[in-house]
């Protein structure tokens, strides 16, 4: 088998594979390969790692039927039309499970960075802003006892439900399609409405998958629903929420904060008004770069090659996203 990778990964991967004798290329150009070119290069290769957000639309699927397995490096596959691929018989596979805890770190990063003021204060040193000391200035708000809200409760989610329950006593509660009987029985979660989701909670962190559902989900409508001292945490999709009415719920104060991790577009223009704002604190997409995440992420996907390429089920197959 021979496999095209568009990006370079963690050797853990690619040394899996050079080990089973499976061919390699890695993209290595410092910029996004372009549709036209990954569906040129494919025709070459009878295996695809998919890294990032390539698009792995009908247009690509039926220009590369002749795959034999499409192994995303990533956890969220929305970029992915899973159900053309399935039509065509191509297995999909992701890297589910590994990535959990560190996305987490970053959810439960952001939440105190941003209670904090945390990376505008940084700026402003950066900045020579320090100025004189005010008692009354530069207060964040505090986490202690305040209500977490899972929109998305999986094994994210949990994960950040734990750490803030751990950490600041924080009740959880949660809305999902189905209830999370561990975090109820462990934490004491509760499934609630979406409107109740909006109405209790004092920060609203967000981990679920992008499906159209989800698409835009947290708009200015939803925004006005929150709390007035709400922190909005998004490190899923930045599609889930829309971009521009965030930046209008905080400039009305409708919402007290935001952290992102992922943005709508990515990557976030440096003018955009959220980089300037004193409770918000924006990463670049980040929540699965360490390098045990990347290494296990690297070698999940690798063991749906290797399965692939012996003509064996791959073990970490995703099925089409129902809406
Ligand atoms: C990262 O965003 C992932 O889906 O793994």
């Known amino acids: 088998m021979k496999v095209f990778i568009t990006r370079k990964i963690s050797a853990t991967g690619t040394e899996m594979l050079r080990q089973s004798g499976i061919e390699f290329t890695e993209w290595v150009e410092k910029r996004d390969i372009s549709q036209d070119e990954l569906i040129r290069f494919c025709q070459d290769y009878d295996g695809l790692i998919s890294v990032g957000q390539d698009l792995i639309d009908e247009l690509f699927l039926k220009s590369c039927r002749h795959l034999k397995v499409i192994a995303q490096m990533a956890v969220g596959y929305d970029n992915i039309d899973v159900a053309a691929a399935a039509r065509l018989e191509i297995p999909v596979g992701n890297t589910p499970g590994v990535l959990s805890k560190a996305t987490a770190d970053i959810a439960f990063l952001l939440m105190l960075a941003v209670s904090r003021k945390a990376i505008f204060m940084h700026k402003r040193i950066l900045s020579a802003e320090w100025g004189f000391y005010e008692p009354t200035d530069n207060l964040g708000i505090e986490l202690e006892g305040k209500t977490l809200g899972i929109f998305g409760l999986g094994k ?168």
């Open 156 to 323: 994210i989610g949990f994960e950040m439900a734990k750490k803030s329950a751990a950490a600041f006593s924080m009740p959880i509660i949660y809305h999902n399609r189905r209830p999370h009987s561990q975090a109820e029985r462990e934490l004491g979660a509760k499934l609630v409405s979406f409107e109740e989701l909006l109405k209790s909670s004092d920060v609203l962190s967000v981990h679920t998958a992008l499906t159209p559902e989800t698409r835009s989900r947290f708009d200015y409508s939803v925004f006005s629903l929150m709390k007035k001292n709400a922190i909005f945490i998004n490190t899923a999709r930045g599609a889930i929420h829309n971009e521009a009415d965030l930046i209008l719920a905080l400039q009305e104060n409708l919402i007290w904060g935001a952290g992102l991790d992922v943005t709508n577009p990515e990557p976030m223009l440096a003018s955009n008004p959220l980089l300037n704002m004193p409770n918000v604190a924006v990463l670049p997409h980040i929540g699965s770069a360490t390098e045990e995440t990347r290494g296990a992420m690297a070698r999940l996907a690798a063991e749906n090659i290797i399965a692939a390429s012996k003509g064996d089920k791959i073990p970490y197959q995703v099925k089409p996203v129902k809406s």
